[in-house]
């Protein structure tokens, strides 16, 4: 992969990526990861990729890696509570805002992933299709994000054993939807969402 950060002239990019938007349970998760220009080429030979196209165990693995060599890294969330009221998009826009204005260092521009722009961001920011096959550092956004969301969602599996989430961690298996089917939703699950609508009081 040729990273993006590679073709721009300014020195402190925030990658911004999301974990969970297609989820049927709990909370959007965002991630913005400040990467040193220096350390670009040890993130790719780390095998630092979309968080998809990696094992449980080696994201686990990397998060330590990300976050040391990270000039600044921030995880932001959007509750279910809001995914519900605002739609899941703009709720995933609110969580990187989020994500943004928590690092302690202020990019001088934000790789976006995705196409919407982030709303009311005060700093430069460009959206990439696809982007974590095209920026490492919004790769290492969505490593730091899905390995944060797993182990929530893992954490809260146990309150919850009947959902099966940690297998498959909030996402609409055929498990869980049967689940659903059975036991009804949670305070966790998204009302919006239509396997969980139609069992919402």
């Known amino acids: 992969m040729t990273s993006y950060e590679f073709t721009c002239s300014e020195n402190l990019i925030a990658g911004v990526d999301e974990v969970g938007r297609g989820a049927l349970f709990g909370v959007v998760v965002t991630a ?13 030979n780390w095998g630092i990729k979309d ?27 959007a509750t279910v509570a809001e995914i519900d009221e605002l739609n899941i998009l703009q709720a995933t826009l609110v969580a990187m805002h989020r994500a943004i204005s928590g690092l302690e260092v202020t990019p001088e521009l934000c790789l976006i992933d995705g196409n919407k722009p982030i709303p009311n961001l005060d700093i430069h ?23 944060w969301r797993d182990r929530l969602t893992i954490e809260l599996g146990e309150i919850y ?21 059975k036991y ?6 998204r009302q919006s969402f239509s396997p969980c609508h139609r069992h919402s009081v």
């Open 51 to 77: 968080s998809k196209k990696l094992s449980a165990r080696r994201r686990e693995m990397l998060v330590p890696q990300i976050q040391q060599v990270a000039l600044a890294y921030n995880i932001g969330i």
């Open 32 to 44: 913005a990861v400040i990467l040193p220009k220096s350390a670009l080429i040890d993130c790719q």
């Open 161 to 181: 054993p009947m959902y099966h989430l940690a297998n498959n961690k909030g996402y609409g298996t055929a498990a869980h939807l049967i689940a659903i089917e």
């Open 125 to 147: 920011q460009q959206t990439l299709v696809k982007g974590e096959d095209r920026s490492i550092s919004i790769a290492a956004a969505s490593i730091l994000a899905k390995v």
């Open 184 to 189: 009804g939703i949670t305070p966790e699950h």
